[in-house]
């Protein structure tokens, strides 16, 4: 089946820095595209989403672009900080897939002091 | 408000038995799904019940099933156990609408000996 997929298994940041994680998805019909945090020992936790006649959507120090032509998605972090050290996922959903979400590969992001 | 409760969190067993996995998702929340998350395939959907009715389902052998009971409780069972099922079952609730924010509990740890 399609998926939704992250192009860097692992992200290295500075803290104070702005982290910037990618994903590129195959379901040109999905209706939603969808952040997660997951910590360590933890389930994922939703950061934000994005509806797909979106292309710009702010949260609380995240922006989460969505490119349709080239089915391309970012989660972008201002000032990353330690607590945001985490595995981050993309996952997308179709408006009549009730709670199914396909999943990307994950990126860890490491913030360091 | 409480959160997503599972149990147990950690639990081991022996190839060919089964087991069964308990969820109770935050009050007033009618939807429970069910991810399997392992390290090769990440997190896959299981399937999805609402008011007690399977809503959807992934692609996963009949050995796995679920349940939701009139207080939105869900439970999974996989039956025959084998080694490729050692992995991290995580539930996951959310209200009747929403875009794709789902509430995750912590997961039980399966592991198969």
């Known amino acids: 089946g399609e998926s939704v997929g992250l192009h860097l298994p692992t992200l290295s940041v500075q803290e104070g820095d702005n982290s910037i994680i990618n994903c590129a998805y195959s379901?040109?019909?999905?209706?939603?595209f969808i952040w997660y945090k997951q910590e360590s020992g933890k389930g994922p936790q939703f950061i934000i989403d994005?509806?797909?006649?979106?292309d710009k959507r702010q949260g609380q120090r995240v922006t989460v672009l969505l490119n349709k032509t080239v089915k391309h998605l970012s989660l972008q972090i201002a000032a990353t900080q330690p607590g945001d050290s985490a595995v981050y996922f993309c996952?997308?959903?179709?408006?009549?897939?009730?709670?199914?979400?396909?999943f990307g590969e994950g990126t860890q992001l490491t913030v360091n002091p | 408000k409480a959160g997503v409760t599972q149990t147990p969190r950690y639990l081991i067993k022996t190839r060919g038995q089964q087991v069964t996995l308990s969820c109770s998702p935050i009050?007033?929340?009618?939807?429970v799904s069910w991810y399997q998350q392992t390290p090769g395939q990440g997190l896959q959907f299981l399937f999805e019940?609402?008011?007690?009715?399977?809503?959807n389902k992934g692609n996963f052998p009949g050995r796995f099933s679920g349940r939701q009971f009139s207080n939105s409780r869900s439970e999974m069972n996989v039956s025959t156990l084998e080694l490729g099922d050692s992995a991290l079952y995580l539930c996951?609730?959310?209200?009747?609408?929403?875009?794709?924010?789902?509430?995750f509990g912590e997961g039980s740890r399966l592991t198969v000996l």
């Open positions: 379901n040109s019909a999905s209706d939603y």
């Open positions: 996952a997308d959903r179709e408006e009549t897939s009730g709670s199914r979400l396909t």
């Open positions: 994005i509806r797909s006649n979106m």
């Open positions: 009050s007033g929340h009618r939807s």
């Open positions: 996951a609730s959310s209200a009747i609408t929403y875009t794709g924010e789902l509430f």
């Open positions: 019940y609402f008011s007690e009715t399977q809503r």
